[in-house]
């Protein structure tokens, strides 16, 4: 049977699983719809709430940025788990005994005003949508890798599924949905890993692996990985790094980003109970903990293989010839995710770290041809050639190397990974369904959180209060179809910033919706207008701080300052800069508030009402 | 016991449990895995310091301990004061 066939196989049974999950969990009324009727237990809300989290960027991604950055990538593992403590006892018992659907329903209550929840909404629809664009773009690579068809037939594929059980089954449908995804991403995530594990350490855990004896060489496998890429004139995998601000307000941000992301919050609207809410956080951190604790072994083993398939005699030795590479490369060059440029004529390929060499050589050339300051492009070549020929006590330049000639993308490494280490087909066939469980599992929730937003908080609370249930009903599946279509349309035509928004979606969730959610449960005395002046603070000092660096709404040269370092405000990279705007909204919020009327009665009774776990009931409409 | 049905009670204990929470949650990312990591450069483990293990795996450990244990102290919160879902 062919890879095809195999990997065909293995994604259609897994649509037809999510296909019939769709027609047993219909939705029959908004509750259900919105909430899942509010009758899931923690346990499969926990493992659904994983699947829906983990996304393309989780599942694709991360293991791709450990392996690249070593230590200083740990943030990714620090911040999208630390956002769980948060969420458990900031955050979600108390919003589920608020008991509504939304996230911007809890903010235009609280804050007693319809602009607030407006802001709510607007923030909600601006962080989901940039996320869903991840999603389908991660979609469309599995598809067009795995399936061999075009990018957009893959899409028009996956956007029919997600509809499909989306639109029929709302949360109730999605819900389940997400437990069959988490089981089958889990497994295509864990085999390869056990595998390579297995042939690197002899240890059957690769979370253990990460920290035990490489059998080839007999030294602990972090201290052969630091070797080898020292050796190639990186940075040790395991080195500290100098900016540990950064560093801290990085991780913050994705933690705060993560507890105030809306599609994530309203997981926890569908238990039964408060105490659910509480173990429903913790049943999810267990579940994503799974993928967590194995990552950072693949990262590093990925890295350790990738070297070796290079350098099959030791980084000391000649790398390999081109035209001996492994079957994995020549099917990943034609992607156009691996590249391959021999500057030194050698026919080999030299993969280390070049101190910017060969990235300068391009830009000269592309200043020679197409026009440009070729001055100070030779300037800069010439300065990295003095750096480069100086690196590991000048091997690089005594072997004749003129630069990297090798780049290979950080998203294939989980996907590429079973071939890497030459596991058999159906492992591969795995790995796609898993890339695809993971995209639309997020996808659907995502568009959940949109189309509820829109439907409920904008048509029912402003437009049309009297709409009936079922009028509502109607109302929120076709919001969910416009928003797939047009989700679909975007993963076809990615906007050209599209890995830049994910910074936002993070920055906005951290530095609006969090704070307004937490003031709102912990202080009775924060206002309506202290609350509308918070979240604008957040709102706007993040947008203009990420448009400063990266161009004004993402237009290429409308940048006020180059994205690096010395530019930066103390060093604070615009990805860290949510916790910076969470800041400023709670000092804004606060002066704000004392400087005016306290809240009404009945509200500060309604916080009142929120901490206390008695009488939640479940989750009810207006 | 403390006073039951006290709500300002219930709401002070949660607060309080919840601030020391969250200083084990700091100190084990922020503390152990980011900036104390220098002092124990010295611990060793598995080729590596103790400081990248938290960074990397030990806190997510951490914060899962922490969510249960939360829950399960707010769960007798609940009922000692009171306030418990029937």
């Given amino acids: ?622 | 016991m403390e006073n039951h049905n006290d709500p300002s009670g219930y709401w002070r204990a949660n607060v309080r449990l919840i601030l020391g929470s969250l200083i084990i949650w700091a100190l084990c990312s922020y503390g152990f895995g980011i900036l104390l990591r220098p002092l124990l450069a010295g611990i060793r483990i598995g080729g590596t310091d103790l400081g990248f293990w938290f960074a990397q795996q030990g806190s997510i450990g951490v914060f899962i301990i922490l969510i249960f244990f939360y829950a399960w102290r707010m769960n007798k919160l609940d009922k000692q004061y009171g306030v418990d879902e029937e």
């Fill in chain 1, 1 to 622: 049977m062919s890879q095809f066939t195999i990997n065909i196989i293995f994604v259609g049974l897994s649509f037809a699983l999510y296909f019939g999950i769709a027609i047993w969990a219909r939705a029959g009324s908004t509750s259900e719809f919105y909430v899942a009727g509010g009758g899931v237990h923690p346990v499969v809300n926990g493992m659904a709430t994983a699947a829906d989290w983990m996304s393309a960027a989780s599942f694709i991604s991360m293991a791709g940025l450990l392996a690249a950055g070593g230590y200083g990538a740990s943030t990714y593992l620090m911040g999208w788990t630390g956002g769980y403590v948060l969420l458990a006892m900031l955050l979600a018992p108390y919003l589920r005994k608020f008991g509504k659907f939304t996230v911007p329903d809890f903010i235009g209550d609280r804050f007693y005003s319809k602009t607030a929840a407006m802001i709510a909404v607007v923030c909600l629809i601006i962080a989901s949508t940039t996320y869903v664009i991840g999603q389908m773009t991660g979609a469309g690579v599995a598809f067009s890798r795995f399936l061999e068809v075009e990018n957009t037939t893959g899409l028009i594929i996956a956007a029919v599924v997600v509809f499909f059980y989306a639109v029929l089954g709302g949360m109730k449908g999605i819900t389940y949905t997400q437990v069959a995804q988490y089981v089958v991403l889990m497994i295509a995530y864990t085999i390869p890993a056990v595998f390579i594990s297995l042939e690197l350490t002899g240890n059957p855990i690769p979370g253990l692996g990460l920290f035990s004896n490489h059998i080839e060489s007999g030294v602990p496998i972090l201290t052969k990985l630091d070797q080898v890429v020292t050796d190639l004139g990186f940075t040790a995998y395991t080195a500290d790094v100098p900016n540990k601000l950064n560093m801290v307000l990085f991780t913050l941000s994705l933690m705060i980003g993560t507890a105030g992301l809306p599609h994530v919050i309203i997981r926890f609207f569908t238990v039964p109970k408060v105490a659910d809410a509480r173990w429903t956080a913790g049943w999810t951190l267990v579940f994503i903990s799974l993928l967590y604790f194995t990552a950072p072994a693949v990262g590093a083993m990925a890295r350790l293989n990738l070297i070796d398939t290079i350098y099959p005699q030791g980084v000391e030795e000649p790398a390999i010839d081109y035209d001996q590479r492994p079957d994995w490369m020549r099917t990943w060059e034609d992607t156009g995710l691996i590249k391959y440029t021999d500057l030194n004529n050698d026919g080999r390929i030299q993969m280390y770290n070049d101190s910017g060499l060969g990235a300068a050589e391009t830009a000269l050339a592309s200043a020679q041809t197409e026009g440009g300051d070729v001055a100070a492009a030779t300037t800069a070549v010439e300065t990295a050639r003095v750096a480069h020929d100086l690196e590991v006590d000048g091997r690089f330049a005594d072997a004749g190397w003129a630069g990297n000639e090798l780049d290979v993308n950080a998203d294939i490494l989980v996907l590429a990974n079973p071939e890497i280490a030459q596991l058999p087909p159906w492992v591969i066939g795995l790995i796609a369904a898993g890339g695809l469980a993971a995209a639309l599992s997020t996808a659907a929730g995502l568009l959940l959180a949109i189309s509820s937003a829109i439907s409920h908080d904008l048509i029912k609370r402003n437009l049309n209060p009297n709409i009936s249930d079922k009028g509502e009903l109607l109302v929120a599946r076709i919001t969910m179809s416009v928003a797939i279509v047009v989700a679909t349309w975007l993963g076809i035509n990615p906007p050209g910033f599209a890995a830049q928004v994910v910074a936002l979606a993070f920055g906005i969730a951290g530095a609006s919706l969090f704070p307004a959610l937490m003031m709102g449960i912990f202080s009775k005395r924060v206002n309506n207008i202290g609350a509308i002046a918070g979240m604008l603070t957040g709102l706007i000092s993040i947008l203009v701080y990420i448009f400063v660096f990266k161009g004004w709404f993402f237009i290429s040269g409308t940048a006020n300052f180059p994205d690096t370092a010395d530019y930066w405000l103390f060093g604070i990279s615009p990805l860290s800069f949510g916790a910076i705007g969470a800041l400023l909204n709670f000092i804004v919020a606060f002066i704000v508030s004392y400087a005016t009327k306290a809240p009404p009665l009945h509200i500060q009774e309604l916080v009142e009402s929120v901490r206390s776990p008695r009488g939640a009931g479940g989750a009810i409409d207006h």
